[in-house]
Nanobody
Framework: VQLQASGGGLVQAGGSLRLSCAASGSIASFDAIGWYRQAPGKRREFVAVAAANSWRNYADDVKGRFTISKNSAENTIYLEMNSLKPEDTAVYYC???????????????WGQGTLVTVSS
């Protein structure tokens, strides 16, 4: 499965963006979909994960502002981001895997990343 992330861009603080991640094949067989991000000079970090049963988990600093979802019929994963802050600036990556965890090493397929820049 190949994942293609899109939707990043430049936005002012307080604004919103919706990231998309289109899969080349079915994502229905994967138990977990996730979003991660990597800011300049920092390590990749967990943002959100959703399980096949709709259970979701978020990093503390995005909880209440970001929403992860998927459209299995269209094989697309989304990350709705609201009330964006400058510290949300990063390259955002989507991933799918069989383990519903925060550990990025457990994910099988990754998108190439899309850059989100939040200006103050």
């Amino acid at each position: 499965v190949q994942l293609q992330a899109s939707g990043g861009g430049l936005v002012q603080a307080g604004g919103s963006l919706r990231l998309s991640c289109a899969a080349s094949g079915s994502i229905a067989s994967f138990d977990a979909i996730g979003w991660y991000r990597q800011a300049p000079g920092k390590r990749r970090e967990f943002v959100a994960v959703a399980a096949a049963n709709s259970w979701r988990n978020y990093a503390d600093d995005v909880k209440g502002r970001f929403t992860i979802s998927k459209n299995s019929a269209e094989n697309t994963i989304y990350l709705e981001m609201n009330s964006l802050k400058p510290e949300d600036t990063a390259v955002y990556y989507c991933a799918v895997g069989s383990n519903v965890v925060r550990d990025s090493s457990k994910y099988t397929y990754w998108g190439q990343g899309t850059l989100v820049t939040v200006s103050s």
